[in-house]
């Protein structure tokens, strides 16, 4: 069989990038998801400059044309998907404490972060199933875990992002649903917590690199036959919902 296909998400910067290129460094051949294809094919210049095989495809997750378009073209190219990183999300402007909140803020968050992924993943799952053993990763955050947020103890009990922590539970309950409905397939879902880093999401100043933060989401692309499915987890093991 080729290398191995992998479509990452919102992957032209920042983790998805890093995704990306830790995976073109395994021998996968890396399609760059981008809503602005000429920022994917810049992305693209830099990984093939380091010996990676890798390739822009035009998508927004949100616009249905643009997803059902990336996967016609996946298809005619490749035939098949090895591993599917569900890596685009947003923070809308505004996102703030559940008393506060525009609801506005709230369906900008959701239509990306929630209903993009379904979306996608809808639409590249013919070409996962064609694939020997595929491995879906869907980004999440501690944020979105219950336990967490939960504990007055705990950092993320004081994240006021109503509408990002929200979405991103609402990832969480898909993964778990999507691993359910796809077991026995031979296809694994999983979501990672890459943890706060220094991207325009994390915060430039934070001193965790986007490359650190990708690692999880690689080792869970690349789980063996036997591996786990319908779990979340960061680089320290699995986490609590």
Known sequence: MNNKIALVTGANKGIGFQIAQQLGDRGYTVLIGSRDLARGEA???ELVAGGIEAA???LDVTEESSV???AAQIGERHGRLDVLVNNAAIIADGDTAVSEIDADVLRRGYETNVIGLISVTQAMLPLLRK???AR???LSTELS???AVGNPAHRASTVKMAGYNSSKIAVNMITVMLANELRGTGILVNAADPG????EMGGLD???TPAEGAAVAVRLATLGENGHTGELHSEAGRLPW
Request: a positive charge; glycine letters at 0%.
């Open 145 to 147: 875990s219950l336990t």
């Open 43 to 45: 992305a693209v210049k």
């Open 206 to 208: 934070t001193p965790r």
């Open 131 to 133: 694939a020997e053993r």
């Open 196 to 199: 706060r880093c220094a991207t």
């Open 56 to 58: 822009a495809i035009q």
């Open 68 to 70: 059902r378009a990336a």
């Open 136 to 138: 879906i990763v869907n």
